[in-house]
C-alpha cells in the first residue's frame, strides 16, 4: 500500500465524503508529483502517509478542508485567529503542511533541506 487511495484520505477525513472521489483523485496525484519531485519513490512504506498529508494540505489551501481553527465565541466573547499563508519565515499554510513536512524529514532525513 505504497500509493494512498480516495478510500484511504476519506477514512482519515471523513468530512471529505461529500467531495467526488474523481476531484480527491486528482488532488491525489497532484499530491503524488510533488512528493516524487522532492526525492520519494512511491514504493517507499511511508510513501501512503506523505501523500495523504499533501493531499490534505492541498485541499485545505482550496477551502474544502478545515485547516485550523479561525475563532472561539462564549457567549458575548470572542477570539478570531488569523490563517497563515506562507511567507518569508517559511511559516506553514496549514497543519496538514507542517505535519507533511515532518514526515517529509523524518523520511529523507535532510533537515537542512527543507523549509
Known sequence: M???STTDLITMFPELASVS?????LYLDDAKLIIESEGVSSSHIRFSQLQR???ASIIAGMGLLASDTTGEAVADVSISKTGGGF????????KYERLYRESM??????????K
Not at 472521489?21 to 483523485?25: C, F, K, P, V, Y
Not at 511567507?87 to 496549514?94: F, G, L, Q, R, V
Open 2 to 4: 505504497a500509493v494512498a
Open 21 to 25: 472521489s474523481g476531484t480527491l483523485q
Open 53 to 55: 498529508y499533501k493531499t
Open 87 to 94: 511567507n518569508n519565515d517559511s511559516t506553514y499554510t496549514n
Open 105 to 114: 524529514i523524518n523520511v529523507l532525513g535532510m533537515t537542512d533541506k527543507l
